[in-house]
Structures are given as C-alpha cells and as structure tokens.
C-alpha cells in the first residue's frame, strides 16, 4: 500500500488566489511527521513546512498552512494568494518514528495563471 | 554555505561505463540518502546510512552499491550503466531518525545512460 498518496497530478490556480493540495498517508505508527517540499524547475528540493502527529494546531509557514486532518489521515497544503513563483511541483513526505526514511508522494504541479 | 554537495551536476554515461557519484555534507548529520527521481514516480530511496561504516538497502537497490567510509561523505556506484538508470538523483541528509528532522537536499545530478 501507498505511504503517501497525492491524487491531483497537476493543479491550475489564479495568482492572488487561494489554493489547496491534497495529501492522505497510511501508517500505524502513532508518531510520525508530516513534511511539504517545492521542488520549482530548477531542480532544488525546499523545505516548505512541518506537522508532528500530536500538534494540537495545524501547521503555519507565511502564505503556507498544513491541514491535518489525523482522523482522515489527511495532510493538505494550503497555499494562500498564489504568486507566479509558486508554480513548481509539490511533493507530500511521511517519516515515523519507527523508521528511518521518508516517504514520499509523486507529486502535484502546480501552475499559477496570471 | 552549509549543506548538501553533489557532484557532478551532470553526466552522459554508455551502457555498460561506471560512475560515482559524491554527496558531501558539513552539517554532522549521522543519517544519509539516495534518492532517485522519475517522471511521476516521486521520489524512490535507493540505499541510505545510518552512520559511518553502514548501508542499507532501500526500495530500488539493484545495480546501485554505496559506501559511507567518512561520515560526511556517501557514495553512490553504478558498476555497469544501464538505460533504465537514467534518472535524477538526489542525495539528502538527516540530522537523525526521529519526526521532527526533515531532509537537507543536494541540488541532484542528472543521469543520462545511452
């Protein structure tokens, strides 16, 4: 079974628009981290923002904002008042506390329309 | 700058040619990977270490071999070029094992097998 699934292959957004990217995991393992990377055409891999299992809060970054939803297993990014340089592939990433890699998603691109 | 250094950035193998490929890190982070990235696929661990003197194997090992000899260095080997090892490689490290730590990447290299 997929770890980490990311249904939406590419996205298309307005700039200054809001936009959402879905992730949903599977893991037994009560502690785990939920992690977003932007990886733009350039090639770099960037850490964008951060969700331990037992926040209590939803993750926040700037324009960045991480939806948990634990009962759903569902890790959403939230990308406030998109800008042209947001359009870049985003990967969804799992580790648990038990193992000693991340999983990760296959992606979604995202491109911002002016 | 601290952080992760791949080398080279770019190559052009034959079927059958060897290569190494160098990550050097300088942030005394014990945990080190291999990644490999296609089209859709995301991103597959190929092998990691878990400190100096150590491998392992991840979910796409065959035809790769690594060593981890210096704990700032991880080497990646193809012994024997194939087409299908054309990809995207990134190397990445890891503080330690445990939710919060996410990765620090390398910028990638990329592979062409002809």
């Known amino acids: 079974a997929q770890k980490i699934t990311q249904t939406q292959p590419g996205m298309f957004v307005q700039e200054k628009e809001a936009v959402t990217l879905d992730c949903t995991y599977d893991t037994s393992d009560p502690s785990y981290g939920l992690f977003w990377y932007k990886q733009p055409s350039s090639g770099e891999m960037i850490f964008l923002i951060y969700q331990g299992s037992y926040d209590q809060q939803n993750a926040t970054e700037g324009r960045y904002s991480l939806n948990f939803q634990k009962a759903r297993k569902s890790a959403n990014l939230v990308i406030s008042a998109s800008q042209l340089g947001d359009s870049a592939m985003y990967f969804c990433a799992m580790r648990e506390s038990t193992g000693n890699q991340f999983y990760f998603g296959t992606g979604t691109s995202l491109t911002v329309i002016p | 700058n601290a952080g992760v250094t791949q080398t080279p950035k770019f190559r052009v193998l034959k079927t059958g040619q060897s290569m190494t490929l160098l990550c050097a890190q300088d942030m005394n982070h014990e945990y080190m990977y291999w990644y490999r990235q296609d089209p859709g696929m995301g991103l597959r661990l190929i092998h990691y270490s878990v400190g100096e003197g150590t491998t392992a194997k991840g979910e796409v090992p065959d035809g790769y071999n690594v060593s981890r000899l210096k704990k700032q260095n991880f080497l990646l080997g193809l012994e024997s070029a194939a087409p299908s090892q054309t990809s995207v490689y990134f190397c990445?490290?890891?503080?330690?094992?445990?939710?919060?730590?996410?990765?620090?990447f390398g910028s990638g290299t990329r592979l062409t097998v002809v």
């Open positions: 990445a490290s890891s503080y330690s094992r445990g939710t919060p730590y996410g990765y620090t």
